[in-house]
């Protein structure tokens, strides 16, 4: 395994925390091993896995003898440590009803890394969307939520690697576009109907801008991965003006995928993790709101 950077040893040398809702197997939804981040050891199974929204991931079991429990000093909780090299994990709770088993091992994400199947869905460039509507903080929220969505990564793309940097983005002249990466299974949601959505979640009519929030980063984009996408793009445009869905003309720019970067731990889950900040309880719940109710069948139960 590669070396642990200083916040992994933080966490599983030091037994630190990491924030709720930050960790990037919190929404992980993919079929495969999560194994122990500093040796490797097989932890956990997909199937284990359970939504308990405490803002980690939890697993209703374990694979057999992976998993030490070390009751803490204060005798008020016990810890979860890796059985092969003593790696912090995090903590495991009893009593709790969340499944059958009634357990929950709450485990901080940076403590693994994920082994997917070799026959897991493939996330090729056929079932990866590359998409900015405006915030990338709103942008996220809305696809958090939708069945078949597999992952939905905040970030930026359009510019060069030496500026994807949140200041330097919102200068608004460095090219890149707050965007989300969303992988998903296209068997249960097509690439047209997750358009549908974006169309929906923002105002695809106005140049540069989404309400206050104004500069090219906010800019309506979508960055198709192959002549497919770009079809069905122009194809989802050309259907929604014709049904007269917007009052003005669709300004959403079509441009080829060239690189994705991931915007920083603080973006991520920022919705969920900051829900009564004004912008979030202003901006973001109205458009979350509103998906909720126009696309209720394609939520996630």
Known sequence: MPPLNEFEQYVIEQKG?????????????????YLCRKCGAPLFLSEHKFMAHCGWPAF???IAG??????????MRVEITCSACGGHLGHVFEGEQFTEKNIRHCVNSVSMTFEALADEVSTNND????LGGGCFWCTEAVFKEIEGVLEV???????????????????GDTGHAEVVQIKFIDTVISYEEILRIFFTSHDPTTLNRQ????????????????????????KVIADLTAEQVFDAPIVTEISAYQ???????????????????????VVINPKVAKIR???RSYLKA
């Open 17 to 33: 925390t990491e924030r709720p809702f930050s960790g990037e197997y919190y929404h992980h939804h993919a079929k495969g091993r």
């Open 259 to 281: 690189t994705f970067y991931r915007a920083e731990q603080e973006h991520l889950d920022y919705f969920a993790r900051h829900p009564q900040q004004p912008y979030c309880a």
């Open 127 to 130: 079932n990866v969307a590359t």
């Open 211 to 234: 309400g206050n929030d104004v500069g090219s980063q906010y800019r309506s984009v979508i960055f198709v991965h192959n002549a497919e996408q770009a079809d069905i793009a122009n």
């Open 293 to 295: 109710q126009q696309y």
């Open 60 to 62: 209703d079991d374990e």
């Open 153 to 171: 990564l905040p970030g930026y793309a359009g510019g060069t690697a030496e500026t994807a940097d949140y200041r330097q983005v919102c200068g």
């Open 66 to 75: 992976a998993v030490t429990r070390v009751p803490d000093a204060d005798g």
